[in-house]
């Protein structure tokens, strides 16, 4: 017996707590949503075992490693976790994803049909209102509150950055809610899209658009990229690499990188991103009041965005007449490129199976990406 109890002291049994246990149960949970109901599997697994590994007795192991000065003497040094979490620190990978991001869109749809950029833009409300709430609880800081807001702009990558710079010790609890309301956009949108709009309007039918020519879209990108970072500096991290990972694909001319930003870049980085945020939900961190809070004023920022969407295409079709907007395409203003324009055009086929919405639907989305970035600049300029 004492043999026993001198290899369990050994070990790691005697540091678990009951909190740690629990949450197994919030990885169990993460693991189930991302694999069995397949929701942004990409990044709820490895934020899972991030959250696993950050959960386990072993923080001292995985986050520091010895390391000998060559005179005898051992110091200690970031271990393996230690070094991949710099990538979030030092605003690294956040931007990487929106290489990838700028790379795999298309901002045709956002070009052909300008006015979408005000659904975009509108969208951006569910940020600002839920930065006001959250402040206006007495519970978190005015930082803290901007970084919750941000979940509004459902942009995984863009909570992260703002996270980091004005909320650290949050970041856990805000990426699982950014990216867990990310993966419900299905479920949680359409209820909102019907309430708000009529039979006929989900039924509009929008003009077919124009094909827009490389030139034009590498004027765009140049143009929109120039005057976004003039208007807010400290958007450039975002911006800057969303808008070069744009113009690498749109040029014709860097197919190697375009293909590397599009898959081997983007996928190794989200491997370190998510388990990055999931070492930041250990159970201190994690099991807070403060959390609750964080996904109640998430969900909260979601359903303004989207109904700010929906209800900006309503107005604008009572002041243009002609060539009116579907209402359904205005909750794609929010980030989640493409699922968020991909539920739109669902939504519309629910009404009129022969109505394609999804390219309409893209200029919103592209443009909330856009929105979404500059209101995480604009905190950091203002907060940071």
């Not at 979490?85 to 990978?93: A, D, P």
């Not at 509004?152 to 004005?166: H, M, R, Y």
């Amino acid at each position: 017996m004492e043999l026993i109890y001198e290899t369990l002291q050994a070990g790691g049994f005697c540091l678990l707590s009951w909190q740690m246990v629990f949450m197994w149960l919030i990885v169990a949970a993460l693991l189930y949503m991302g694999i069995a109901k397949q929701y942004e599997p990409l990044l709820l697994v490895p934020i899972a075992m991030g959250a696993l590994l950050a959960n386990l007795p072993i923080e001292q192991i995985i986050l520091k490693a010895p390391v000998y000065d060559g005179v005898g003497h051992m110091t200690e040094a970031g271990g393996l976790f230690y070094y991949i979490q710099q990538g979030v620190k030092i605003e690294l990978f956040p931007p990487i994803i929106f290489l990838g991001v700028g790379a795999l869109t298309d901002f045709g749809p956002l070009i052909a049909n300008p006015k979408t950029l005000l659904l975009g833009a509108a969208a951006q409300f569910g940020i600002f209102v839920t930065f006001l709430g959250a402040v206006a609880s007495g519970i978190f800081q005015i930082s803290e509150g901007a970084a919750i807001g941000i979940i509004g702009g459902a942009d995984g990558p863009t909570s992260i950055f703002v996270a980091n710079k004005l909320a650290p010790d949050l970041m856990g609890a805000i990426a699982v809610a950014a990216y867990s309301y990310m993966a419900l956009v299905p479920v949680i949108q359409p209820p909102i899209m019907r309430l708000l709009t009529t039979e006929k309007e989900r039924c509009i039918r929008m003009n077919s658009l124009r094909k827009v020519g490389r030139t034009e879209k590498l004027i765009f990108a140049l143009v929109v990229m120039t005057f976004c970072l003039v208007c807010v500096p400290d958007s450039a991290p975002l911006i800057s690499m969303l808008f070069i990972g744009n113009i690498l694909r749109e040029c014709g001319v860097t197919e190697r990188l375009v293909k590397a930003a599009q898959n081997e870049i983007i996928n190794i980085v989200t491997i370190f991103l998510g388990l990055t945020v999931g070492l930041k939900m250990s159970a201190a961190n994690f099991l807070d009041p403060k959390t609750l809070g964080i996904l109640v004023l998430g969900i909260f920022a979601f359903g303004i965005a989207t109904a700010s969407g929906v209800v900006m295409a309503k107005l604008m079709n009572l002041v243009w007449h002609k060539n009116k907007i579907n209402p359904l395409i205005g909750s794609a203003g929010v980030s989640a490129v493409p699922m968020a324009a991909r539920v739109s055009h669902v939504e519309g086929q629910r009404a009129d199976k022969s109505n394609f919405l999804l390219m309409h639907a893209m200029g919103p989305n592209v443009a909330g990406v856009i929105g979404s970035a500059l209101a995480a600049g604009y905190f950091i300029s203002v907060l940071g």
